[in-house]
């Protein structure tokens, strides 16, 4: 579904992504890992067609991604940033339709495919009608995983997603997320700082280190058949490991 090949993105002197090679299949979930200022965020960035590349290739089902065709391929992913990124002057209800609305769907198919969201996240409806600052936390994060996902899209970008929540609300809304995407059956490509986060969502991930990769496997690979001494050290920084491996994550 997404390929990247021999992908470099520079940002003036930094190198933020360095002859990147990745396969993302269809239908599978693959989280991105690695220390701060690894590349992580730019090469999701990379895969939606928001940054064009200094060199290399995407493609999006066989298409190539380029500035005249990133528009109409975006409309075929949802992207979940930082935060959410809500409009904080539309209720939650206009920030999901609002996408929608400028492509001109009727406010019946707007209002079916909400309720089918609010069903799918585990949402409040009498929600729907409040502001981002009058939710919770776990409740705007649903909110945008709505937005997200308003459009049928085939590929789901999740840019840390949970990572501004107390850990109580972030397991609740892993063990949902986990389930939206194993009943959507959608490609999902997830950004975490958090190793047993990335356990926990998908057995493939990839270490990222420098913009480059360093090893893509599952925690277990990781942990016993690292590629050098960057990916024990990384693992071993990561306390939480032990509960991803219990809960079955690796």
């Known amino acids: 579904m997404l390929e990247l090949a021999g992908v470099s993105k520079h940002y003036g002197a930094v190198e933020?992504?360095?002859g990147v090679d990745l396969v993302v299949p269809a239908g599978q979930?693959?989280?991105?890992?690695g220390?701060?200022?690894?590349?992580?965020?730019?090469?999701?960035?990379?895969?939606?067609?928001?940054?064009?590349?200094?060199?290399?290739?995407?493609?999006?089902?066989?298409?190539?991604?380029t500035?005249?065709?990133?528009?109409?391929?975006?409309?075929?992913?949802?992207f979940v940033v930082q935060g959410g990124g809500l409009f904080p002057h539309l209720t939650a209800r206009g920030n999901?339709?609002?996408m929608p609305r400028y492509l001109g769907w009727t406010p019946e198919r707007v209002a079916a495919r909400l309720e089918a969201l609010v069903q799918l996240t585990r949402f409040p409806p009498d929600g729907l009608e409040r502001y981002p600052v009058q939710l919770s936390g776990g409740q705007r994060q649903r909110v945008a995983l709505m937005r997200a996902l308003m459009l049928e899209p085939d590929?789901?970008?999740?840019?840390?997603?949970?990572?501004?929540?107390?850990?109580?609300?972030r397991a609740e809304l892993q063990e949902d997320l986990r389930e939206v995407f194993q009943r959507l059956g959608k490609t999902v490509?997830?950004?975490?700082h958090d190793l047993a986060e990335a356990a926990f969502f998908s057995t493939r991930l990839v270490l990222l280190r420098?913009?480059?990769?360093?090893?893509?496997?599952?925690?277990?690979?990781?942990?016993?058949?690292?590629?050098?001494?960057?990916?024990?050290?990384?693992v071993r920084a990561h306390r939480t490991v032990p509960v991803a491996l219990a809960m079955g994550g690796a």
Do not use: Y
């Open 16 to 18: 933020a992504l360095s």
């Open 155 to 169: 590929v789901l970008l999740l840019d840390e997603p949970l990572g501004a929540l107390d850990p109580m609300t």
């Open 96 to 98: 999901v339709a609002l």
């Open 35 to 65: 220390p701060s200022g690894c590349g992580k965020s730019t090469l999701l960035r990379v895969l939606s067609g928001l940054v064009m590349p200094d060199s290399g290739r995407v493609r999006l089902d066989g298409q190539e991604v």
């Open 29 to 33: 979930t693959v989280a991105l890992i």
């Open 67 to 78: 500035p005249a065709s990133a528009p109409a391929l975006r409309r075929r992913l949802g």
């Open 210 to 234: 420098e913009g480059r990769v360093v090893q893509v496997g599952s925690l277990n690979e990781l942990v016993e058949k690292p590629v050098d001494d960057f990916v024990t050290r990384f």
């Open 189 to 192: 490509v997830l950004v975490t």
